[in-house]
């Protein structure tokens, strides 16, 4: 069996990656696995860092986001002028895009412990858009 790596995303400046998974050399797929065997798919891992992030989109603003402890969040649509600031980053780090014209990293974020914070999307002084996070 070969270890693969589970998962990767980049938050700001912050990588998130899966912990191992073993594979079977035996390519059949066994019941459990059979996508018809379960409706909803597995997670893998206890640990929410290790779970792919959730999305936001531009046109959700004012949409209320229920994460966990270590849950993360990937911000989408937005230009990366935008600046994302967390009210309460106690409960919840807002990060903003990051990158040099060659490559750029997608502005997202984290929960970091229970309670409640309120993302503010500004571009240029004005606001873009608003997310009520809830971390349970």
Known sequence: MKP???ALATVGSVVLMG???????????????SPSASASPSLIGAN??????LHAKRSESGKTIT???????LFDG???RATFTSSNPKVFVASNAEGNGTYTAQAGGYAVAKGKAT??????????????????
């Open 4 to 6: 693969i790596l589970a």
């Open 19 to 33: 912990a191992p998974v073993a594979m079977a050399a035996d390519s059949s797929p066994s019941p459990a696995a």
């Open 48 to 53: 929410p860092g290790t779970w792919s992030p």
């Open 67 to 73: 994460l966990v402890p270590k849950q993360a969040v």
């Open 78 to 80: 937005f230009s990366d």
């Open 119 to 136: 993302v503010t999307v500004t571009r240029a002084g004005k606001h873009v858009a608003h997310f009520s996070i809830v971390v349970k």
